[in-house]
């Protein structure tokens, strides 16, 4: 909604008629256009500079990515999965994405990775941890939250246990 009050023209989509009237109801009188439809289909080709993925999981922002009509396949995308944000990197390097920008935010005490992607360009995806978020002062607060998703028991696969491990040592490094 900042940018549709900066005068860019904005679009919000959504797949389902109830979370469209939803969407219509909270985004009335912003400039905001809601659209109803599946991913960025619903746009009907409408010409946008850019897209943001947000507020969902990973494998619905795959979807969207994955589905892409033809005019929107090469432009910037900002990303903030929910949930699944190690897997969602895995996905978008195995894809073809490069990151330019990352970053984490913060909404109700909850730490959520964002990343600005491009297909085929920016930079690559390096190791398991996103130490490309390191730029953020929430990053330790991100890690410790990722790191208490795995649970610490002694059945734990193994690259559960790596990764694990491979958390503590980030948070050793970037806390404090």
């Not at 990343?115 to 490309?132: A, K, N």
Request: charged fraction near 20%.
């Amino acid at each position: 909604m900042a940018l549709a009050r900066r005068g860019h023209e904005v679009y919000a989509t959504e797949v389902t008629s109830r979370g469209y009237q939803v969407l219509a109801e909270s985004v009335a009188g912003t400039g905001v256009v809601p659209c109803l439809g599946d991913g960025l289909d619903a746009l009907n080709q409408a010409p946008v500079d850019g897209i943001v993925i947000a507020g969902m999981g990973y494998g619905t922002i795959l979807h969207i990515l994955d589905h892409a009509p033809m005019p929107y396949r090469l432009l910037p995308y900002i990303v903030q999965p929910m949930q699944g944000a190690l897997r969602l990197r895995q996905a978008l390097q195995a894809r073809g994405f490069g990151w330019r920008r990352a970053n984490v935010v913060e909404d109700r005490h909850r730490y959520y990775p964002l990343w600005e992607i491009v297909r085929g360009q920016g930079h690559r995806w390096e190791g398991e941890i996103p130490e490309e978020l390191a730029v953020s002062p929430l990053y330790p607060a991100y890690l410790r939250q990722e790191l208490a998703r795995i649970p610490d028991v002694p059945a734990l696969p193994v690259s559960q246990r790596n990764l694990r491990q491979q958390l503590k040592e980030a948070i050793s490094r970037y806390d404090g």
